[in-house]
């Protein structure tokens, strides 16, 4: 692999954690603020304080470096599930969400992806990381469907879609703070409906 051939075997990667961790906030930020063409590695090692060789060893291009920082958000967001409750898993994220999207650099991640979404190396991205993003909502469901909080065949993706795009509407088209109220009544509306009980079979 080209990228085993341009460090030694003793080489580390990266400094650590920490310096990871930077690299990949100071991604953010920066693709954020510049675009995803406008991203240069150099800007994002300075603000990150490493050399940019640093940044170059772990994420040989940007591509990798940008679809690394993303995927750093989904695995922020998705880890605060695991009560033990389906509503509770849902808020959790919801919560999470709504508290990224009111910070502006991740204002600046949505204007990215509406004006740059269909260019071809972003769009890659997006498709890598599909299987990231999905595996998470799909594990939640089916503990909720062990412990018969849900009803099989639900499609988890859809669920957790739809509540996305709520909160991305409220969020970055809207520009309204999504509060507590708002999202326990979006998580209770994705979970129990809007019908009135015991119309539901004779909806269907």
Do not use: C
């Not at 520009?175 to 507590?180: G, I, W």
């Amino acid at each position: 692999m080209v990228q085993a051939k341009r460090r030694g075997k003793s080489e580390p990667l990266v400094r650590g954690e920490a310096v990871v961790r930077g690299v990949l906030a100071a991604t953010l930020r920066e693709v954020a603020r510049a675009g995803y063409h406008g991203l240069r590695i150099e800007d994002v090692a300075a603000l990150a304080g490493v050399n940019k060789t640093t940044v170059y060893r772990r994420w040989p291009t940007k591509q990798e470096l940008v679809r690394d920082a993303l995927l750093s958000i989904a695995s922020d967001t998705f880890t605060v599930a695991g009560s033990g409750s389906l509503r509770e898993d849902m808020l959790a994220i919801a919560r999470r969400i709504a508290t990224l999207g009111a910070q502006a650099e991740y204002q600046g991640l949505f204007r990215l992806f509406v004006v740059e979404g269909d260019d071809p190396e972003l769009a890659a991205i997006v498709r890598s990381l599909r299987a990231s993003f999905e595996a998470v909502p799909r594990a939640i469901l089916e503990a909720a469907e062990k412990r018969g909080e849900i009803a099989p065949g639900v499609d988890p993706r859809l669920l957790f879609d739809v509540m996305g795009a709520a909160l991305n509407r409220r969020l970055f088209l809207d520009r309204v703070p999504a509060d507590e109220a708002w999202l326990q009544r979006l998580i209770d509306l994705l979970l129990h409906g809007a019908l009135a009980r015991g119309r539901t079979r004779a909806a269907g």
